[in-house]
């Protein structure tokens, strides 16, 4: 009773001093239909919302009204009053609709043709390149980023749940959102300032990190690029923008009369500029869009203020909605400039207006812009790996003097709250919990164990397999990293293992060294290009659900050396030298090749040592850390890898001489609102004799999940060759397609649909070579499989439909599969 007497008591207080006129509830008609998109303004002000797809709407300000206006066209605008400041779960009946001779009323869509908000409209876009920064040579200016996380929707039963006891502490922060009327808790905050220099002549802008400070849960650099790769930077003016690696078209788009409704609101003096205010929302259900509306200027066209929603039913997952603001200032009397951009989402399992969840928020601000004060090239260049810790040990009256507006009282708590938090033990448990499942290592100190999802395999050789292993751990930035790993099968009865180290000798240009030896058993075969990592296992050679015989499987002991150099930003060059011996883990799957002229001499294992040079060039990659190791955040990215291996005879009993040649090249392609394409290509050929544990093995799928740049309709070892060439293509839709179908939009599935192709040759000294019981089979007339899939099944589950195209014909020929694949998409 006590609680909720508090939390009132917090409510009432909270309204009094935050805000002074809130409402909430739903726009109807006669029918109690609800009215999606009509516009909600409080009288006399340029305050106003625009009901959600379900009429629901929500409108708060700082300051009082007593009346607010109802618009929707078709139907007689309606005045409401209010009796208090709180008026929540209101409930708006529009009147009967207006008929009119001679005059064309628009309900729903708007006309493409006889618009005035259409001719605006066109002007923006005649502009738009002549607005904001595009029209400087150069600029510089100063921003403030502000990220925040909130728990979201806090009642009593959630504040009274056993997972808070001990903790009810925090509960003195709760908050109300300004977007939403949600109650909300928040929990993580991290402040950034940085210098941004841009350069329009050549396309480059650099920002500099001048101080960081984050509330201590979890690492703030690591938080503020998880939310720079959610929320990319983005221009309105562009045709599309990209969140959460989805397209959405910009309301302000050349193609936006084909998705959009556009209604011309109103028209005001707004900073002494008169600016014309118009509304949005989407023509359909489904599509990647927004609602909201803009105020834009009447002679620069250049957009004011705009305020933008993510339609509810857009089809992204476990994002329940997105508000965007951004306001524009006015210099030099016609220079709009962007000062404030705020980005809000509200992340939650389910859609329902009283699901629980999370808002991620970041707010930027930009000041003390100057312009045309001209850099010289290299000072764009990039850093490597470059960490000044002293921007992160700012004190609080360096905060208090420079950032550009001050905390508020909740947000000023956070810093106090979590230092708090941290002292309570069942609060660290929950954080380890989270850390454990986010990492997938289970840390102690200084030393992690893990991965934990790679402790249980099976393949037919070694039966079921368990393994245990662990790496140090110290920091996030560590310079220097051992792990390693040991494992047992229970039908070999054979124990295996493998360690590895890595070293930064040098940070600024990522000069690593890196060693290590593995003794285990392979799936060799389930891959094409050639790696030199020494823990590095195929999901093949060990998995719990496969199909078909799996006994191709070879005993590889495998010791490298090698150093890598990064001088230029994702351009990594590596020189490695490696030793490996080959051997047949079942009797049933043979190596055996002829090591005399004569043809009549057979050898069964090979022995093998190589010097290597790679390139990898990863354009737009984005990694957080510093250390040894970093971590990728996850946005996609280009990928270009060339591979040299030279094998030398009588190198530590080295058996071959030959030279490898592969090329590797991975492009991903956003084609707006039609989804997004992934293509892949590969090359090799291999220069001299080798046996078939050195071939390029075509790779298989005998398992009953996707596993990427393989070939889901081929068995193991089924397709061997010296010199190929693959390409993969797929293209995910998205949604659109399915969107259009009525009984099946509110699915949410996303199809996709691939085709994949393999050429190989093998020459005739290699064929002489082979004396295993492997017939050598290549793809000299290109063998190619095409699939069909549906994605985003519960939100996490994807199955393909996969079709052999030709070499039907061949014994155990897997001519038609379905791949599933799991994992947490937006």
């Not at 403030?144 to 039963?157: Q, R, V």
């Not at 249980?456 to 751990?473: A, C, D, K």
């Amino acid at each position: 009773m006590f609680q909720k007497f508090t939390c009132l008591l917090f409510f009432c207080f909270s309204t009094i001093l935050f805000s002074q006129t809130k409402i909430s509830g739903i726009v109807v008609d006669k029918k109690n239909k609800p009215i999606s998109y009509a516009s909600l303004v409080f009288k006399s002000s340029n305050e106003g919302t625009l009901s959600d797809e379900n009429g629901k709407f929500y409108l708060e300000s700082k300051n009082t009204y007593t009346a607010f206006k109802v618009a929707y066209a078709g139907y007689t605008t309606k005045d409401v009053t209010l009796s208090k400041t709180v008026n929540y779960n209101m409930k708006v009946v529009m009147d009967g609709e207006i008929v009119l001779k001679d005059v064309v009323i628009y309900k729903g869509k708007t006309s493409k043709k006889n618009n005035p908000a259409l001719v605006i409209l066109r002007k923006i876009w005649a502009r738009k390149r002549k607005n904001g920064l595009r029209i400087f040579d150069q600029y510089q200016y100063e921003k403030y980023e502000k990220i925040e996380f909130d728990l979201n929707t806090i009642d009593s039963a959630f504040m009274k749940s056993k997972v808070f006891k001990g903790m009810e502490f925090i509960f003195n922060k709760l908050d109300t959102s300004k977007v939403t009327g949600k109650t909300y808790l928040p929990i993580f905050i991290n402040e950034s300032l940085y210098d941004v220099y841009g350069d329009n002549k050549i396309n480059k802008e650099k920002s500099i990190l001048k101080a960081n400070k984050n509330s201590g849960l979890g690492n703030g650099e690591g938080v503020n690029n998880f939310m720079k790769d959610l929320y990319n930077d983005y221009n309105i003016y562009n045709n599309h923008l990209t969140f959460f690696d989805k397209s959405f078209t910009s309301p302000l788009s050349t193609t936006g009369i084909d998705v959009y409704n556009y209604v011309l609101r109103d028209s005001s003096y707004i900073d002494n500029k008169w600016c014309y205010n118009i509304e949005f929302y989407p023509r359909r259900k489904n599509e990647l869009t927004f609602k909201g509306d803009f105020w834009v200027n009447d002679t620069t066209f250049a957009i004011k203020t705009i305020n933008m929603a993510v339609s509810k039913s857009a089809n992204i997952n476990w994002i329940k909605d997105i508000f965007i603001e951004q306001e524009f200032e006015v210099q030099n009397d016609s220079v709009f400039l962007l000062t404030r951009d705020y980005i809000m989402s509200d992340f939650s399992f389910s859609k329902k207006e009283e699901s629980k969840g999370v808002y991620g928020k970041r707010t930027t601000l930009a000041r003390n812009h100057k312009f045309n004060e001209p850099k010289p090239d290299k000072f764009y260049r990039e850093e490597v790996n470059f960490l000044d810790n002293s921007v992160f040990k700012k004190d609080n009256d360096y905060w208090e003097k420079n950032r550009f507006e001050k905390l508020n009282k909740d947000e000023v708590g956070v810093y106090k709250m979590i230092d708090t938090l941290k002292k309570v033990p069942k609060f660290k448990r929950m954080y380890n919990l989270v850390s454990i499942l986010g990492s997938g290592y289970i840390n102690y100190d200084w030393f992690d164990y893990g991965p934990i999802l790679s402790t249980v395999g099976y393949n037919e050789v070694e039966g079921f397999r368990l393994r245990v292993g662990g790496r140090t751990y110290f920091g996030h930035n560590d310079k220097w990293r051992v792990q390693g790993y040991t494992a047992y099968g229970f039908t070999d009865n054979k124990i295996k293992y493998g360690i590895s180290g890595k070293w930064m000798l040098e940070p600024k240009n990522r000069v690593i060294i890196s060693g290590g030896n593995r003794r285990d058993v392979e799936q060799i075969g389930a891959s094409l290009m050639s790696s030199n990592d020494v823990l590095g296992r195929s999901f093949a050679s060990s998995s719990l659900f496969s199909f078909g015989a799996n006994g191709k499987l070879t005993n590889v002991n495998f010791s490298n050396l090698s150093i890598e150099i990064e001088p230029i930003k994702n351009l990594i060059f590596e020189s490695s030298i490696s030793h490996k011996i080959l051997e047949s883990a079942s009797p049933s799957f043979s190596l055996d090749y002829f090591t005399d002229d004569t043809y009549t001499t057979t050898q069964s294992s090979v022995t093998q040592s190589e010097i290597g040079f790679q390139i990898e060039y990863t354009p737009n990659k984005k990694t957080s850390g510093y250390g040894v190791e970093r971590s990728i955040v996850d946005s996609p990215y280009s990928r270009v890898f060339f591979n040299f291996s030279q094998g030398i005879k009588g190198l530590f009993n080295s058996d071959f001489d030959y030279s490898k040649v592969q090329l590797f090249y991975k492009q991903h392609i956003l084609i707006g609102p039609l989804g997004r394409t992934n293509l892949t290509l590969e090359l090799g050929q291999t220069f001299g004799k080798i046996p078939l544990g050195l071939m390029s093995i075509i790779p298989g799928n005998q398992t009953l999940f996707m596993i990427k740049n393989t070939f889901n309709n081929l068995n193991f070892y089924e397709f061997v060759s010296d010199r190929y060439a693959t390409i993969q293509w797929e293209h995910n839709f998205q949604g659109r397609l399915l969107s259009r179908i009525p009984f099946m939009r509110d699915l949410n599935w996303r199809e996709i649909i691939g085709v994949k192709s393999v050429y190989g040759e093998i020459s005739n000294e290699n064929n002489l070579l082979n004396a295993s019981d492997l017939l050598y089979r290549s793809p000299t007339n290109p063998y190619w499989e095409y699939s069909a899939g549906i994605g985003n099944i519960f939100k996490v589950l994807r199955l393909d439909a996969s079709f052999r195209g030709n070499y039907r014909d061949i014994p155990e020929s897997n001519n038609f599969t379905i791949k599933a694949q799991i994992g947490f998409y937006f």
